[in-house]
């Protein structure tokens, strides 16, 4: 026989991980308590004897998923491959935990978020995204240009992966593999889309 406290213990969980699919994939606005309550089958109220509000429930969300990303691309940094492997992994991990491009969705949370839970979570998004992306950026063989600091090419790295999360504007062969398609993307937010202009050309120009 289940006890009350198994229950609620099930209930908290199935809340927690309802949530994670709704969240991720429709973003913070576009999901509602009633959305969660109903695809588990519970009342709003049910709901909120375990989180006070939404606002709690995407917090405890993305502190998982978070955390999840940091020990995946430690994980990662530990292996011994090249930058741009180590960078390619780094890109499927993300993908495959988050549907949507990750730094839309936290940053669009932010307007309807109260300061607190802002300052909360930007500190999530720093150490269990931003910090371990910086350091792939930091290892020696990736060779940045003078002018960029690797919590720069981090920042940068995130904000260019929305391709990855879609259909409509993927980049490269969309009949190649995964891994293919990830690192047609990576080599152009690593290397440019031009050739630096000879000092000649820029005098004729």
Do not use: C
Not at 89 to 97: A, F, Q, Y
């Amino acid at each position: 026989m289940v006890t009350r406290a198994e229950q609620l213990a099930k209930t908290h969980q199935a809340i927690l991980d309802t949530s994670r699919d709704l969240f991720l994939t429709n973003g913070y606005a576009a999901t509602s308590t009633r959305d969660i309550a109903n695809a588990i089958g519970i009342t709003q109220p049910a709901l909120y004897h375990h989180f006070k509000d939404k606002e709690v429930i995407f917090i405890a969300v993305i502190k998982t998923v978070g955390a999840e990303i940091k020990a995946g691309i430690e994980a990662i940094l530990a292996d011994d491959q090249t930058p741009l492997d180590k960078l390619t992994d780094v890109s499927i991990l993300l993908t495959h935990k988050h549907p949507a491009d990750i730094f839309t969705l936290i940053h669009t949370s932010f307007k309807a978020l109260s300061p607190e839970n802002i300052r909360e979570l930007a500190g999530v998004f720093r150490s269990d995204y931003v910090e371990p992306i910086q350091a792939v950026f930091e290892l020696p063989a990736m060779a940045l240009q003078p002018h960029v600091s690797p919590q720069m090419a981090a920042n940068f790295y995130l904000t260019s992966l929305s391709p990855l999360f879609n259909q409509f504007h993927r980049i490269g062969d969309p009949n190649a593999d995964e891994r293919t398609r990830v690192q047609t993307l990576l080599k152009m937010i690593l290397y440019g889309v031009a050739q630096a202009p000879t000092k000649s050309a820029e005098s004729e120009s």
